[in-house]
């Protein structure tokens, strides 16, 4: 086998395992938790950086838009990362660590749910987000890899990556895939429903 296909047929072996490694009780308590927001009247908020910033856009694209404009669910939902000029100006004035915590500041509310996204845990505007939504005693929803780092121990669900330190594409992947996961039920919730959308 060449080294292309030896690389690609590893990463594909690789991914196949942790896919069978995510426990559905975890998804489901997890969804359980988006709904209590809901019934709440929470929002959800959702942090990440870099690689896991685009995965915070596109949760908010499918579990946010997607699913609202197919009448299955309605959830007040938007990514912390997603306004460049806030994040800049934070970031310019008083430190990147502070991007999401300024935007969380006076605002968040105990009924309100954090979804933090970093692969290490460790991110410093990710642990400060965190620590004043454990302060607020807003839940929060962990995504992380490798050893989980801060986030890991300091949520209220974690959705953990065990991937070998900086593969960071497989962890990526599957909080892609968790996502993906939640969409495709509500989907199917919508269907199975008859709900009908334009």
Do not use: W
Not at 100 to 110: A, H, R, T, V
């Amino acid at each position: 086998m060449g080294k292309i296909k030896q690389f690609v047929q590893t990463y594909i072996n690789q991914l196949t395992d942790l896919l069978s490694q995510i426990e559905p009780n975890l998804i489901e308590q997890l969804i359980n938790l988006l709904e209590s927001t809901k019934a709440n009247e929470g929002r959800v908020y959702i942090l990440g950086n870099g690689g896991s910033a685009a995965t915070a856009s596109h949760m908010v694209n499918d579990l946010g838009a997607g699913l609202r404009r197919r009448n299955i669910i309605n959830f007040d939902i938007t990514s912390l990362a997603d306004n460049t000029p806030v994040c800049s100006a934070i970031s310019n004035d008083v430190g990147y660590e502070n991007i999401f915590y300024l935007q969380l500041k006076g605002l968040l509310k105990p009924q309100d749910l954090i979804i933090a996204i970093s692969c290490s845990g460790n991110s410093p505007n990710i642990v400060k987000a965190v620590k004043y939504a454990n302060k607020i005693n807003a839940k929060i929803i962990g995504c992380t890899g490798f050893n989980g780092g801060y986030l890991k121990n300091n949520c209220d669900i974690n959705f953990h990556i065990d991937a070998p330190d900086e593969e960071y594409g497989l962890v990526e992947d599957m909080h892609m895939i968790l996502d993906h996961i939640i969409y495709s039920y509500y989907i199917q919730q919508g269907k199975e429903k008859g709900i009908i959308y334009d």
